[in-house]
Nanobody, 121 residues
Framework: QVQLVESGGGLVQAGGSLRLSCAAS????????MGWFRQAPGKERELVAA????????YYADSVKGRFTISRDNAKNTVYLQMNSLNAEDTAIYYC??????????????WGQGTQVTVSS
């Protein structure tokens, strides 16, 4: 089992940047596919970006391509989400999630508590 703790959220002006971090417990971090999800008020949760275990395939939602970058540091048990050119539509609670030895579109079994990102226009 893995425990996930997000950090890095906050209030930023439109056009600004934030970097989210997700620290994972355990000794098999490299075996987990890691994803960043977000949920805005009144909207369904959506997968924003993910990086697969093993080969490290990466996925981005169309809405964030070219603006967000996901990366992982297996030595630090941490996954990051660098968010640039933020706009009001990026305002949401961002969740880190993980699944063990599964693909990017598989079910995610482990979730962090979420971190709020608010973009002011």
């Amino acid at each position: 089992q893995v425990q996930l703790v997000e950090s890095g959220g906050g209030l930023v002006q439109a056009g600004g940047s934030l970097r989210l971090s997700c620290a994972a417990s355990g000794r098999t971090f490299s075996s987990y596919t890691m994803g960043w999800f977000r949920q805005a008020p009144g909207k369904e949760r959506e997968l924003v970006a993910a990086v697969r275990w093993g080969y490290g395939n990466i996925y981005y939602a169309d809405s964030v391509k070219g603006r967000f970058t996901i990366s992982r540091d297996n030595a630090k048990n941490t996954v990051y989400l660098q968010m640039n050119s933020l706009n009001a539509e990026d305002t949401a609670i961002y969740y880190c999630a993980a699944n063990l030895l599964q693909g990017i579109t598989a079910k995610y079994d482990y979730w962090g508590q979420g971190t709020q990102v608010t973009v002011s226009s």
